[in-house]
């Protein structure tokens, strides 16, 4: 290389490096904002390390004479078993804000955690504590505890089957494999990805699932067993041409629900319905975009919200002639 190269190929290197080095050093700066206001915005924070990524988080129902409960999933790289965890807030509310109220702790079986305005119950321990642990055959994609039984855990796999696993049920030795209940899948389709999981809010043992086949499933858990075969839905069809995405119970009327597709369409779906399987009761399409997530307001019985590709959130006014879009919401 001739001494011209060399001096070029030095400056570069030290441009880059200075690049490097300033944006580490921006983010830092954000990073050490953050954690000095934080204590002014919140009254506690808590957070920890997973050794792999969790596709789902959910909250468990509270029980009588329990900590607050929640459960997720990970997604590991095939060299360790995908898992469900289940752990518990074991901690109470500290309102010492000294001149640094950030604390860390290791939690047992998870890694490392960080935070302020927690008081660990016992000393030396970690204000989180794993419940159980149990082995899951794919990535966890949607995790959905059941409303009346939270010890009762839907977990939606990447090959499109649910697993129902009670982690209650894991006896003194350990063995994860007490947990599974059943295993719920549509019988005549192959094994496709996807996310679609809701318990109904009503009927309380229904449970509904969905896939990147278009394909809908709805099971009655008290009639699924833990037989080695996997358990019938009592109704399965294909709603939509795209992928479901996503799954909503009205938490109105039990025998309602809502689905959406990168087929970009909104449809509604009544079981009362004869002719459930050939078309929805009301559908709505959203020219041109991806839907990917919806959700039934409390409140009020005919609103609905929806999000997609598009970046916007969207309300839904169901009491006109077919479904009519109510409002935008702005970009994110």
């Given at each position: 290389?001739?001494?011209?190269?060399?001096?070029?190929?030095?400056?570069?290197?030290?441009?880059?490096?200075?690049?490097?080095?300033?944006?580490?050093?921006?983010?830092?700066?954000?990073?050490?904002?953050?954690?000095?206001?934080?204590?002014?915005?919140?009254?506690?924070?808590?957070?920890?390390?997973?050794?792999?990524?969790?596709?789902?988080?959910?909250?468990?129902?509270?029980?009588?004479?329990?900590?607050?409960?929640?459960?997720?999933?990970?997604?590991?790289?095939?060299?360790?078993?995908?898992?469900?965890?289940?752990?518990?807030?074991?901690?109470?509310?500290?309102?010492?804000?000294?001149?640094?109220?950030?604390?860390?702790?290791?939690?047992?079986?998870?890694?490392?955690?960080?935070?302020?305005?927690?008081?660990?119950?016992?000393?030396?321990?970690?204000?989180?504590?794993?419940?159980?642990?149990?082995?899951h055959p794919t990535e966890v994609n949607r995790l959905a505890p059941c409303p009346?039984?939270?010890?009762?855990?839907?977990?939606?796999?990447?090959?499109?089957?649910?697993?129902?696993?009670?982690?209650?049920?894991?006896?003194?030795?350990?063995?994860?494999?007490?947990?599974?209940?059943?295993?719920?899948?549509?019988?005549?389709t192959e094994p496709v990805d996807g996310f679609a999981l809701a318990w109904s809010?009503?009927?309380?043992?229904?449970?509904?699932?969905?896939?990147?086949?278009?394909?809908?499933?709805?099971?009655?858990?008290?009639?699924?067993?833990?037989?080695?075969?996997?358990?019938?839905?009592?109704?399965?069809?294909?709603?939509?041409?795209?992928?479901?995405?996503?799954?909503?119970?009205?938490?109105?009327?039990?025998?309602?629900?809502?689905?959406?597709?990168?087929?970009?369409?909104?449809?509604?779906?009544?079981?009362?319905?004869?002719?459930?399987?050939?078309?929805?009761?009301?559908?709505?399409?959203?020219?041109?975009?991806?839907?990917?997530?919806?959700?039934?307001?409390?409140?009020?019985?005919?609103?609905?919200?929806?999000?997609?590709?598009?970046?916007?959130?969207?309300?839904?006014?169901?009491?006109?002639?077919?479904?009519?879009?109510?409002?935008?919401?702005?970009?994110?």
């Open positions: 290389m001739e001494p011209d190269e060399v001096d070029i190929a030095a400056a570069a290197e030290g441009a880059l490096s200075a690049e490097k080095m300033n944006e580490v050093a921006e983010d830092l700066d954000k990073r050490l904002m953050w954690q000095r206001n934080a204590p002014f915005l919140y009254d506690l924070y808590l957070q920890c390390s997973l050794p792999w990524p969790a596709l789902s988080v959910a909250w468990l129902a509270d029980e009588p004479d329990e900590a607050p409960r929640l459960a997720f999933g990970t997604h590991t790289d095939s060299s360790e078993p995908c898992q469900v965890c289940v752990a518990e807030l074991v901690c109470e509310i500290d309102d010492d804000l000294r001149a640094d109220p950030w604390r860390a702790w290791d939690v047992d079986r998870l890694g490392k955690a960080t935070g302020f305005g927690l008081q660990p119950m016992a000393s030396n321990a970690a204000p989180l504590r794993v419940v159980a642990i149990m082995s009346v039984r939270p010890q009762l855990l839907a977990a939606k796999g990447s090959d499109g089957s649910v697993m129902l696993l009670d982690y209650k049920a894991i006896d003194d030795t350990g063995d994860a494999d007490e947990a599974v209940q059943a295993r719920l899948e549509v019988p005549g809010i009503q009927q309380r043992n229904l449970l509904v699932s969905g896939g990147n086949d278009g394909y809908l499933g709805l099971w009655d858990v008290e009639l699924t067993s833990k037989a080695s075969a996997p358990s019938r839905p009592v109704s399965s069809f294909r709603a939509h041409k795209g992928a479901l995405n996503d799954v909503s119970f009205s938490p109105h009327d039990s025998s309602r629900l809502v689905t959406v597709s990168d087929d970009c369409v909104m449809s509604l779906w009544d079981f009362r319905e004869s002719r459930l399987q050939e078309r929805p009761s009301m559908s709505a399409e959203i020219g041109g975009v991806d839907v990917l997530s919806v959700d039934w307001c409390y409140q009020d019985q005919h609103r609905l919200a929806t999000a997609g590709k598009d970046k916007l959130v969207r309300t839904w006014d169901l009491r006109s002639e077919g479904v009519r879009e109510e409002s935008s919401g702005s970009q994110w």
